[in-house]
């Protein structure tokens, strides 16, 4: 069972930026497809950005391409998501998950996830 460990969650005006990231400690981080997801209350659980084992993430929802990037430090074992021109739409609980298929956007295809980090976002 991987365990995964998000931060970097919090409440921020529109316009502005966070960056979250998430953390494992398992040795095969490398081997693993990675990706984002968030669920605002009420709502099904959201594709944000998924990329293969390499440090660049290739796809993102429509709904977050150029404001938000997604990078990994294979080295480090970990993800960030960098979130910038935040809107109160983006207001969720963002999750990390890792699986091994790639280019997949459903939340199926992921067997690990992480806990998840609110970001609220205030108008």
């Known amino acids: 069972q991987e365990q995964l460990i998000e931060s970097g969650g919090g409440l921020v005006q529109a316009g502005g930026s966070l960056r979250l990231s998430c953390t494992t400690s398992?040795?095969?981080?490398?081997?693993?497809?990675m990706a984002w997801f968030r669920q605002a209350p009420g709502k099904d659980r959201e594709f944000v950005a998924t990329g293969g084992q390499s440090e660049i993430m290739t796809a993102y929802a429509d709904s977050v391409k150029g404001r938000f990037t997604s990078s990994r430090d294979n080295a480090k074992n970990t993800m960030f998501l960098q979130m910038n021109n935040l809107k109160p739409e983006d207001t969720a609980v963002y999750y990390c998950a890792a699986g091994m298929r790639l280019g997949t956007t459903r939340p199926g295809d992921y067997p690990y996830w992480g806990q998840g980090t609110q970001v609220t976002v205030s108008s």
């Open positions: 398992t040795r095969t981080f490398n081997t693993y497809v």
